[in-house]
């Protein structure tokens, strides 16, 4: 489930083995404390799944241009953050793929401000040799799904934004084109084992055909080069204009505690970070939160990933030079 680390530097073999095992554990924890001890530094990063390669291409322009060594996780949004409520687990930046995970689970304990970074919207990806590749549209899309044989798949909406997306998505299309009980067909049409920890999983059931059509972010289907159907912006959650009707959709998603069990409202989709409070390496994760928000939003959009113009900072304690680069 862990997709570590971007290694910076070369011939720290130690280190490397230490970033790619399963759950990072006392390894990693040895490894940087060596780092720390022979005079380098480290940035540790956790980060929504489908964030994995756009900021990983930042990480390493930055990693190579400041010669810090990056250990870099990825998870669903929802799983990244129980890293640190229930494992205790803090990382230097946390990088999610909804905004308001921040404020339902980390804030005021684990961090105090977040910044708002990027966009995206949901789409079906699919490839050419998907059943009905040929036949479905922007317009028939909802009819091509539920088709006895056909493979479709999300993400575990209580591990990651991109699975409770979905189903908002499925409330708001019954409401858009007016067919009762249309959310519900769309999600008996997935069964229990295409349901994966993370959207990004499912690139690979794509491409070896074990899955039929899965439900993505634009970004991720882009960075894939798979084909994918453009839904109605009225569904798609990535337009601002349609944001009262967005509202109209809300997914609960338990957590092991009544705190951790949140709800989610349909609103546009937005990509956050902080700097956790506590952040073993702070210096470091300060000077990548201020190329992220400028040089970076270059690679970012680069790979495929929208960058916000404007980044919005919310809440309080901010560092100076983060708020700068933010719009409150």
């Not at 084109?177 to 229990?192: D, I, N």
Request: hydrophobic share 40%; with cysteine.
């Amino acid at each position: 489930m862990t997709k570590a680390a971007l290694i910076a530097c070369t011939g720290i073999m130690s280190v490397a083995l230490a970033a790619c095992s399963p759950d990072g554990g006392g390894e990693r924890e040895q490894a940087t404390r060596r780092l720390n001890e022979s005079g380098e530094s480290v940035l540790v990063v956790y980060n929504a799944g489908s964030l994995a390669r756009p900021l990983r291409a930042a990480l390493d322009s930055f990693a190579t241009r400041e010669k810090v060594v990056v250990e870099q996780e990825s998870a669903g949004s929802l799983e990244s953050a129980r890293k640190l409520t229930e494992l205790g687990k803090i990382p230097d930046v946390i990088a999610l793929a909804d905004y308001e995970v921040f404020p339902q689970l980390l804030m005021p304990d684990f961090a105090t401000w977040y910044v708002s970074f990027a966009q995206n919207r949901m789409v079906v990806a699919y490839t050419d040799r998907s059943r009905h590749a040929n036949e479905i549209t922007p317009a028939n899309w909802w009819q091509v799904l539920p088709r006895p044989g056909t493979e479709t798949g999300y993400s575990d909406p209580s591990l990651d934004p991109a699975g409770y997306r979905t189903l908002l998505v499925f409330q708001l299309a019954e409401r858009h084109y007016r067919q009762s009980g249309l959310a519900r067909r769309l999600e008996r049409s997935v069964p229990a084992r295409n349901v994966r920890p993370k959207s990004a999983d499912l690139i690979a059931l794509l491409q070896t055909g074990e899955l039929d059509y899965a439900w993505e972010y634009e970004s991720v289907a882009r960075a894939a080069g798979l084909r994918f159907v453009r839904l109605p912006h009225e569904i798609d959650l990535g337009s601002p204009e349609h944001s009262a009707f967005y509202a109209l959709a809300s997914v609960r998603v338990p957590g092991k505690t009544p705190r951790d069990t949140v709800t989610f409202r349909g609103e546009p989709i937005v990509y956050a970070f902080s700097i956790p409070t506590g952040a073993p390496h702070p210096e470091v994760a300060q000077r990548f939160a201020s190329y992220l928000l400028s040089e970076g939003k270059a690679v970012l959009r680069l790979n495929h990933l929208p960058a916000l113009e404007r980044p919005v900072v919310v809440g309080k304690g901010a560092p100076a030079g983060i708020a700068q680069l933010g719009w409150r």
